[in-house]
């Protein structure tokens, strides 16, 4: 069956993860994206703020995950019966590119799902291994690079809630983040072993999440440099985390509207400069304690896994 790797030679993926600049980073590579088609390098990534005017390929992509779902879990006779769905959302999913480039990059942190879900209490992307593969299967043999950014636990959760409650459905409220989080939670050591083991003949770059130029993240991510002029614009992108005024005045409008991601993206921007929500705000003291020395000790352990490239 088709895939990436029939189009293309050498495939980077970018996974996310989310709330750690991925959306400020596609931005920029949307509005490069001539330039890097010129230099030989086509780019998948979807609809971000800033960048609202490109097709939003998210409802595609989420059909061939549950094209890939169906497939993976019918009996024999019902695999054969779902195969040519599964072939058409494929093959959709393959014309968002020309191929007629011999790189791709794929730069998408939804493949990974949802970070928290209700029905998974203490366990960071509970279907992440499962969407990998799905991942996988569609970019075929030539996945060259796989590359995750992490982030530390208690600023990934808050931030990861505020942002659910702005563009989703609403997340499972800040109240609920700690009993949610457990003293057992399975974070970022179980998200990186299934990278490696559905990508275990890629080069796998973990980051560690922190301050970043959008121009420095580009050339990583593409090898690339981001010209004067497509900087100048990049170093404006910021994936505006939502303040409590941003959520609060949401909230209001949301009881009597259907509010559009643009008039969201412009409400995240007027209420900018309000209050950002903190951690220590949301965890108890002794909780927050534990969410940052468990970070530690999963980045070491991280750190000691062979093979991995870390930055």
């Given amino acids: ?66 094209a890939y779902d169906k497939q993976r879990q019918k009996s024999f006779a019902g695999r054969i019966l ?37 029905s998974a209490p203490g366990v960071l992307y509970p279907e992440v291994r499962g969407r990998l593969e799905a991942l996988e299967r569609l970019a075929g043999r030539n996945v060259d690079r796989v590359i995750l950014t992490i982030r530390t636990y ?15 459905d609403g997340g499972i409220g800040f109240d609920n983040l700690e009993s949610w989080s457990t003293r057992n939670l399975q974070g970022w050591t179980s998200v990186v072993d299934a990278v490696q083991e559905v990508f275990g003949n ?15 993240r580009f050339n990583k991510l593409t090898g690339r440099k981001l010209s004067e ?22 909230s209001s ?16 921007l007027d209420h900018r400069n309000g209050h950002r929500f903190q951690s220590k705000e949301i965890f108890s003291s002794d909780f927050l304690d534990f ?5 530690l000790e999963d980045t070491q352990e991280i750190l000691r896994i062979p093979g991995l490239v870390t930055e």
């Fill in 253 to 268: 409008l949301k009881t009597s509207n259907a509010l559009t991601k643009q008039e969201i993206d412009q409400l995240l």
């Fill in 202 to 216: 890629a080069s796998i770059e973990i980051c560690f999440f922190s301050k970043f130029l959008v121009s420095e």
């Fill in 1 to 66: 069956m088709d895939t990436y790797s029939d189009r293309y030679e050498r495939i980077t993926l970018h996974i996310g993860a989310h709330r750690t600049g991925s959306s400020s980073v596609q931005a920029a590579l949307h509005i490069a994206r001539a330039d890097l088609a010129q230099s030989g390098l086509d780019i998948v990534a979807p609809q971000v703020a800033d960048a609202r005017h490109v097709t939003d390929h998210r409802p595609l992509l989420n059909r061939y995950l549950a």
């Fill in 154 to 168: 208690d600023e990934f959760l808050v931030s990861y809630e505020a942002m659910r409650q702005a563009y989703g």
């Fill in 82 to 118: 779902s195969a040519p769905s599964l072939r058409k959302t494929t093959r959709m999913y393959l014309e968002q590119t020309s191929g007629q480039n011999k790189e791709l990059l794929w730069s998408d942190e939804n493949i990974l799902g949802r970070a928290v879900e209700a």
């Fill in 291 to 295: 969410l940052q020395s468990q970070y």
């Fill in 229 to 250: 002029k497509h900087a100048a614009e990049a170093n404006d992108l910021v994936n505006i985390a939502p303040t409590k005024e941003a959520l609060h005045a949401l």
